[in-house]
Structure formats: structure tokens, C-alpha cells
């Protein structure tokens, strides 16, 4: 795949089919992840993969969905992802910039994922103590990011953002994600 489409096909995805990502694919996700751009070069990331059925059974009770649909919505079990990779972060001084760091990381996995057709869904909302307990991360570490991965069983679509940035869901269960639009957001050469 061209990586503008990647780019511009990409959603965040939050319903999976049950079918296994190969541990290939979570490890080429994770490659890319690995040598992304670093702020001085400090590279304080690590990853964690989870594709083992029960774990992500267990991992999937911590995790906070799509906030603006209303009522609270989640997805189903039989509809859950099949396989998570954390961004972690060790409490050190030598992690000052990990937040950018992390995001990068975060875009070149799902982008990679999508590459593959794999949607993938990027999470901060998550019961940080409980991953922690569950994986057996040690303290040392921060859990920085959570990102959501398994074959598409939605669809979503861009719309240009009028009034609201909520995105929502129609009566066919597409998810609409308003996005703002080219020319409000971009100067070229004059302000
Ligand atoms: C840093 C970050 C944190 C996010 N956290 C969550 C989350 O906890 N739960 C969730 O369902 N979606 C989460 N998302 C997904 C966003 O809701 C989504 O990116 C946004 O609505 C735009 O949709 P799109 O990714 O399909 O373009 C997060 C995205 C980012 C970049």
C-alpha cells in the first residue's frame, strides 16, 4: 500500500473479526515502532505485545471506548480485539520527550497495521494500574499508550467538521469522524 493511502484510508477501528493477526505482523508493527524518530536519540520506548486469548479477555475489561457515542458503548466480546502492543516508558531522566516519542511510535504502528488491513485503534483510556497487574509490567515503568488491533469489522468514514467535533454513528453502524477542513486549517506562504 502507497503510504499517502495508508495515510488517508487509515480509522481508528474499535470492532475486530475474531480471526488471529499473525505474531509476524505485531512484530513488523513493532520494528517500525522501534526505528522511529526519537528526540535526541534517546530512545526511551519499549513494547509490550499481547495476543494470547486470555489475556486480552482480561485486557479488555481496562480499556475506556469511543467517549463521544452515547449511550456508553462497547464493543461486544465476540467483536473485541485480538491483539494489543503497549507503548512503555521506563521512569527515568532520560525519557524527557517520551510523549512525542511515543506518538510517533504510535503512528508508524497503525500505520504498518494498516498496511496489512488490520484496523487498529490508539488508546489512553485505560486502567493503568489494573495492565500493569495483569501484564506484571513492573513499577519502574510508565504504560504510556495502548493501541487496539485485530482484522476491520466496521466501517468508518470522514466527513468535513461543521459544528461539532463528536464523531457518531449511524443507523447502519457506520462510525462518521468530522474532520476539519483543508482550507480552514492550512496558510500557504500568506496568513
Ligand atoms: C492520543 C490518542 C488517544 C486516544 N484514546 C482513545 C481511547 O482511549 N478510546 C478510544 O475509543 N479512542 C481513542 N482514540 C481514537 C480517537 O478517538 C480517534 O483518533 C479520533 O476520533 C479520530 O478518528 P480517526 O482515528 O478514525 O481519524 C485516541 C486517539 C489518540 C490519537
Known amino acids: 500500500m502507497d503510504v499517502y493511502d495508508a495515510v488517508v484510508s487509515r480509522r481508528s477501528i474499535r470492532r475486530f473479526q475474531q480471526k488471529p493477526v499473525s505474531l509476524d505482523i505485531l512484530k513488523k508493527c513493532v520494528n517500525a515502532a522501534r526505528l522511529a524518530p526519537s528526540a535526541a536519540n534517546l530512545q526511551p520506548l519499549e513494547f509490550f505485545i499481547v495476543n494470547k486469548k486470555e489475556l486480552c479477555k482480561k485486557f479488555f475489561q481496562t480499556l475506556g471506548w469511543a467517549g463521544y457515542i452515547k449511550p456508553k458503548w462497547t464493543p461486544n466480546e465476540d467483536e473485541s480485539p485480538v491483539a494489543y502492543i ?82 457518531w454513528r449511524d443507523d447502519k453502524q457506520v462510525m462518521h469522524i468530522p474532520k476539519r477542513k483543508f482550507e480552514d486549517i492550512v496558510h500557504i506562504n500568506n496568513f
Open 86 to 167: 503497549l507503548i512503555l516508558v521506563k521512569k527515568t531522566d532520560k525519557n524527557l520527550w517520551y510523549i512525542r516519542d511515543a506518538s510517533i511510535a504510535a503512528a508508524n504502528i497503525v500505520l504498518v497495521s494498516e498496511n496489512y488491513n488490520i484496523g487498529s485503534c490508539i488508546m489512553l483510556k485505560f486502567d493503568k494500574e489494573k495492565v500493569k497487574e495483569i501484564l506484571k509490567i513492573p513499577d519502574e515503568y510508565i504504560v504510556d499508550s495502548v493501541i487496539a488491533l485485530g482484522y476491520k469489522s466496521e466501517v468508518s468514514v470522514v466527513e468535513d467538521l461543521t459544528e461539532s467535533v463528536k464523531y
